[in-house]
């Protein structure tokens, strides 16, 4: 493609996780000039695995080349207090084709991107005024820039959400469950699998890590009396104190778990949320990922991140770099697609924190009879569909 017809070829993303590295990517290949803004002084690893399904994830995975580094978990089981397996859910019926551990999928994308892109770590945007010239960004560190287009795929607290979408009702649905994720010295004997434990709107979890010698633990409960638990999403001290208070008393490895929690370089703690906007562009700054339109798990999130950046960066190709025509098309091709990830997704609570032990109970049986259901296919095909919904245009 002639790149002297683009226009707008300056472009900040400000995300550096997997839909604004995945964004860069498509960008960088078109002939645009990526920017990518983080936080976080270095690439943040951490998180458990992110899985893809379908076609549609997989043609674009494919595309990028990213095919490697599957988590390859035989099965997950549930166990009581003792340890002793309850339950088990088998390898393959839940999961998606390719499973990759967050923190391996982060890496694969910036090392796919860093020779085409700039990467600002440890700074992040202040201010975004924009006109017909560009936006004039000002930044915490650096010094202020002109770009022609910005792009916020910074997660579901979104900076350049709260900056460019500025007089919106609330876009975050909390859901009322809360997750947290943390590798842990894996002292726990595990191999290629995961265990979990319940009580009451509580599950804890460890799993492998393959190729490490740590585990993840990972943590869900639901707020213990219905009402959004308060926390700072900065404040990593308090999260880990609310955290060690829902699950106080609660036994078999979790007091160990919390115990190598304050030392954990990767610790993560969210709520499960969802965000809904009327829309994912204002003038010349866009949304993609979490930051425009979160799931919560079982919504396909990375998946759809990945695809939302194949998009986006096409229809700003195909569009010569008119972001008026390219971000209402990127909008009207996903827009039916992220509303059936979310609708999925909001039926995870139950299944991820059963509210009583009958539930956990329920929760339980019915892995157990899973084996013996003719329900995989079933199952494989509700969990991928939502995945596939969307007809993917070829770009040049
Ligand atoms: C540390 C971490 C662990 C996770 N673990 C899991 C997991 O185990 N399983 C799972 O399914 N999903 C996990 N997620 C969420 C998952 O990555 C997303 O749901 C999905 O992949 C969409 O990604 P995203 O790039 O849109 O947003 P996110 O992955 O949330 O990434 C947002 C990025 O923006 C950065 N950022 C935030 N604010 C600013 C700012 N002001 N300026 C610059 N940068 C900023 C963040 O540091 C982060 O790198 C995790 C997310 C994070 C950040």
Known sequence: MDHRTLQNRRILISGASVAGPALAWWLARH???PTVVERAPQLRGGG???DFRGAAHLS???KMGIKERQTHLSATTYVDEEGRPVASMPAGIFAGEVEILRGDLGRILYEATRDGTEYLFGDSITGLHQDESGVHVTFRRGA????????GADGLHSNVRGLAFGGHRDPVEDLGLYVSIFSVPDRYGLDHEGLLYSVPGRTAAIFSAPGTDEAVAQFFFTAPD??????????TARQQKILARAF???????PDLLGQMPAAADFYFDSVSQVRLDRWSSGRVALIGDA??????GGNGTGTAVVAAYVLAGELAVA?????VAFARYEDQLRRYVARGQKQARGGRDFLAPATAKKIRRRDRFFRMLPYLPVKGLIRYLSTRTATAIRLPEYP
Not at 248 to 254: I, L, M, P, R, S
Not at 292 to 297: E, K, L, Q, S, V
Not at 320 to 324: K, N, T
């Open 31 to 33: 002939g645009f000039r």
């Open 48 to 50: 458990y695995a992110v």
């Open 60 to 62: 674009v995975l494919a």
């Open 144 to 151: 202020p820039r002109t770009f022609d287009l910005v792009i």
């Open 226 to 235: 219905g009402e959004p638990v308060d926390y700072d999403y900065h404040d």
């Open 248 to 254: 106080e008393g609660v036994g078999w490895h979790v």
């Open 292 to 297: 425009g339109y979160a799931a919560g798990p």
């Open 320 to 324: 010569r770099g008119d972001h008026r």
